[in-house]
């Protein structure tokens, strides 16, 4: 997230595309509705489904699944050919900008109507709405990432507000709602197999700073690696670890993955669940760490499993992370109930015994503010330095001193912060960084360029070369270099902003009024992507063959963290005749991910009991089904999922649409006795996940559960 | 004196049921029971609404009128209260309210229905204040404390006002006029006829 959500108040138009922020986000819906009320912002809602965000926007737009780029890059082509683009903005601080437009040139209303289904005028009317309408906030979430092109989704996003001149600015910006109080924290620490925490990477110098951070020997690390190579190779990841105990696709590792430990993460949440099962009764050990008996617990046919019950967030401490980067101190409110033990205990007795203890606790002697204090000596990339453990508690106390329009505190005191010191947070005494990009501020006031991450100069693939960093004249005020300038390094020789641990490169910086990362251009083209400029390409398993044709996936990736993964020879233009119709998934507010926790709720599950499958009244009537009716639901990979068929016009005839957060039913057999006794939820029935096809992004590996295909049939 | 109303602004609810179950949990209401409501028209389509509803303690409350025992009354500052140690559960109330409100424990068969539950603006009973007996027949008791009821305080969007009825009819006054438009504030006329 660029801005905050507190920002959205200052936006002009909310444009959302893949959110049903009413359902998932229903308090940061508050300052939508603001937004709305107080600035008479138009809120445009872009989704295949009329959801109930979308019964809150002045404008909506349905558009078909997987095709977000084409009709994003329609508007971009919109506002370059009509003249509409901040031409000052692009002028200055963004690069491969003809290079972009020539891409976005091909998406005319009338190809963007073809795509996407949305008529051209509804292209041409948005984009106008959207020229007019400055600044304006971009929102997405899953809805614009689980797909094949869910990167070039979401860099299309960034490029729409960046010729909008919508960066930097308050009440603009791209703003990506996370689901968690600290799904962004989560995200900072590089829970993923191919970085370490604060997206350092993961090659030898990444290593080398964190072992510095630990205070552990690197040859020791090294040494616990099979070899040198998988210590710098992409892990599996969350979506498709379980190919790594399957193997039906190829694997790139030299054993098969033996043990799995799933903490606070809910198994139904992978798609493919039948090969999810499977997976479980190969491994020879499973633990799983959770406050409530999930879904995975009850999978398993050998008794391989593992169930350690943590505490909730209530009966811990710690720091966190929310989607607005701001830091909070989450206070204890009770004692860990019954067995239960916090997860700083768990991890730490783990560790004791697996004998390592004392190489990673020798920073740590009060937990969990030690913890947050080793986090923020290493993660300086993203400014976590400056938000001290202190510093956080302060802020979370005296949240009533900050202005819920400005964040920032009104004398009291943290006076002149803003709340949460929203990294980056560079220094012990910086205020915080409300709003990235910002270079009307100085940047020791939360002000900030665009970061100097690419190199300096670029000849792309047309042959034009191109100065990477900003242009003359723009940079933040009181910045010693007026204009762009590269990142700082050899301060202290042989290190750079980012691993200099005495933190004097960015406070030389930051006294110089410059930004430690340097003060670059945003780039609309990615000269390491298979897609530079973000095109168009139909999903995996689409619904129209004619358009396979004309926009295909990509090549098979043969190597994509450690598993063969399937694009074109996965594309079958044929399939549609079997599973005629797509099929998506999604939040119902009542429950949340993997639902155990909400369905172990009597009044959440008093309110939402049943999973469901919606279906388009003409559908279900050419169907012969009826509202109510148990239906099967199949997928191309052969998983099915009897679930109760609710008849709406929420989507539209093409369109089925499951909520992903049941467990408990497998396949239409009963599961409930599998629970440990007294723990089965009050709410069970069919994962949607079953059903979610095959289908992966080519950049991060996402499953692409937003647009795979299914068949329905009564039961 | 202040006079105690809801107000829930249809423009802002999006449906979440965050007030249901900040009722519920905070009353320890048995499942079944609906003391607050949320209700869709149009889902879906163009148009949709949603609207959360409760007891809105009427003026002149149908209830009152209609209860052969006298079970319910009206405190001074508007809000209506039942007697459960009073009701005979005929459920004349259910038939006279106009918003549906009053409800019944579930699972007995129509005659011999438990007494009478619904919202008491989290204002407990008539049980003595902040007493066993009153959080368990009745609930928390709020307002006594100086706080407003549960559904309205955790509110996501802040569609759902409760309190002194000249605050909330000025806050809504405010939004209404921001938005440049008549957005109806669902069910006043009929609860508190200009009243
Ligand atoms: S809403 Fe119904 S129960 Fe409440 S005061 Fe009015 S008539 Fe009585
Ligand atoms: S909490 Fe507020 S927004 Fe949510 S359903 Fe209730 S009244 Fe509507």
Request: hydrophobic content about 35%.
């Amino acid at each position: 997230m660029t801005n905050s959500l507190n920002d959205i108040r200052h936006s002009k138009l909310v444009f959302m595309i893949g959110s049903n922020a009413a359902e998932a986000h229903p308090v940061a819906m508050q300052h939508v509705l603001y937004a709305k009320e107080v600035n008479n912002a138009p809120i445009i809602v872009v989704d295949p489904r009329f959801t109930k965000l979308a019964a809150k926007a002045t404008d909506y737009v349905r558009i078909r699944p997987g095709t977000d780029t084409a009709f994003v890059m329609g508007l971009i082509n919109q506002i370059v050919s009509n003249d509409w683009y901040d031409k000052d903005f692009v002028r200055a601080r963004v690069a491969g900008f003809p290079e972009m437009c020539k891409v976005a040139s091909h998406y005319t209303p009338d190809v963007v109507e073809d795509i996407t289904g949305i008529p051209a005028s509804e292209v041409v009317r948005i984009a106008k709405l959207m020229a007019t309408h400055r600044p304006g906030t971009v929102v997405w979430c899953m809805g614009g990432t689980q797909h094949s092109i869910g990167s070039s989704n979401t860099r299309a996003f960034c490029i729409l507000q960046l010729v909008l001149g919508n960066m930097g600015k308050s009440g603009g910006g791209t703003n990506i709602f996370r689901g968690h109080d600290n799904v962004q924290g989560a995200t900072d620490m590089c829970v993923l197999s191919h970085s370490l925490p604060g997206y350092y990477g993961i090659k030898d110098g990444s290593w080398k700073h964190w072992c510095r951070v630990w205070d552990v020997d690197y040859e020791w690390i090294k040494s616990r690696f099979h070899s040198k190579e998988y210590m710098n190779k992409k892990g599996f990841t969350l979506a498709r670890w379980y190919e790594g105990v399957n193997q039906d696709d190829k694997i790139n590792q030299y054993t098969p993955i033996k043990a799995l430990i799933q903490w606070g993460c809910a198994g139904n949440s992978n798609s493919m669940l039948h090969r999810v099962k499977k997976a479980m009764d190969k491994l020879e050990l499973v633990v799983i760490v959770d406050p409530f008996a999930p879904a995975m617990c009850t999978w398993g046919e050998k008794d391989n499993v593992y169930l350690l019950p943590c505490s909730s967030q209530y009966e811990t401490s710690g720091s966190l992370t929310s989607t607005s980067r701001q830091f909070q101190w989450r206070f204890k409110v009770v004692d860990p109930i019954y067995e239960s033990k916090d997860d700083y205990e768990i991890m730490a007795e783990l560790v004791k015994r697996l004998g390592f203890a004392d190489k990673f606790y020798k920073n740590i002697k009060k937990v969990p503010e030690d913890i947050t204090r080793e986090i923020c000596k290493g993660t300086l990339t993203i400014g976590y330095n400056g938000a001290l453990p202190e510093r956080i508690k302060k802020h979370t106390l005296n949240w009533h001193t900050f202005d819920i329009d400005t964040l920032q505190a009104k004398g009291g005191p943290c006076d002149g912060e803003y709340y949460g010191l929203p990294w980056p947070c560079w220094t012990e005494t910086h205020p915080g960084t409300p709003i990235l990009y910002d270079i009307s501020k100085p940047v020791a006031k939360g002000g900030l360029p665009f970061r100097a991450r690419f190199g300096t100069k670029i000849t792309y693939y047309d042959g034009r070369t191109e100065d990477l960093l900003a242009a003359k004249g723009v940079a933040n005020p009181g910045s010693q270099v007026k204009g762009g300038y590269p990142e700082f390094k050899d301060i202290v020789p042989g290190t750079n902003w980012k691993t200099d641990l005495s933190q004097k490169t960015i406070k030389e910086a930051i006294k110089r009024g410059m930004a430690p990362f340097g003060n670059a251009r945003a780039r609309c083209v990615v000269w390491t992507f298979p897609d530079q400029v973000p095109v168009h390409r139909e999903p995996v398993h689409s619904p129209r063959p004619d358009l396979i044709a004309k926009y295909p996936t990509y090549n098979d990736k043969p190597d994509q963290y450690r598993v063969y993964t399937r694009f074109k020879s996965e594309q079958n233009p044929d399939l549609v005749k079997k599973f005629p119709f797509v099929i998506i998934t999604g939040r119902m507010v009542e429950h949340m991910g993997g639902g155990a926790e909400t369905r172990s709720n009597k009044y959440l599950s008093e309110l939402q009991p049943h999973v469901y499958a919606e279906i388009n009244e003409r559908t279900a009537n050419n169907l012969g089904i009826r509202n109510g009716q148990m239906v099967w639901i199949e997928s191309p990979e052969g998983g099915r999922a009897k679930v109760m068929a609710k008849v709406t016009d929420r989507v539209d005839e093409h369109t089925i649409f499951l909520p992903y957060h049941f467990a408990g039913q497998f396949e239409g057999k009963s599961l409930v006795d599998r629970y440990p006794e007294g723990m089965a939820p009050y709410a069970v029935g069919e994962p949607a996940n079953i059903v979610t096809n095959y289908g992966y992004d080519i950049i991060t590996q996402i499953q692409a559960t937003k647009d795979g295909l299914c068949n329905v049939k009564p039961a | 004196m202040a006079r105690m109303k809801f107000l829930c602004d249809v423009e802002r609810c999006i449906d979440c049921n965050g007030c249901v179950i900040a009722c519920k949990e905070g009353n320890n209401v048995p499942v079944g029971v609906n003391r607050r409501r949320v209700i869709t028209i149009n889902e879906g389509r163009p148009g949709e609404r949603s609207v959360s509803i409760s007891c809105m303690h009427c003026s002149d409350a149908p209830c009152i009128a209609v209860c052969p025992v006298k079970a319910i009354y009206q405190r001074e500052d508007g809000i209506v209260l039942v007697n459960k140690d009073i009701c005979i559960g005929c459920g004349y109330c259910f038939m006279a309210c106009p918003f549906g409100a009053p409800q019944f424990p579930s699972g007995q068969v129509f005659g011999a229905r438990g007494a009478m539950d619904k919202c008491t603006f989290c204002a407990g009973g008539p049980a003595e204040t902040f007493s066993e007996k009153e959080r368990k027949l009745y609930g928390q008791n709020r307002i006594a404390e100086g706080k407003p009821p549960l559904c309205a305080a955790m509110c996501s969007t802040k569609a759902l006002l409760a309190g002194d009825a000249d605050v909330i009819s000025d806050i809504f006054r405010k939004r209404a006029f921001q938005r440049g438009s008549g957005a109806g504030a669902w069910g006043w006329d009929k609860a508190y006829g200009g009243k």
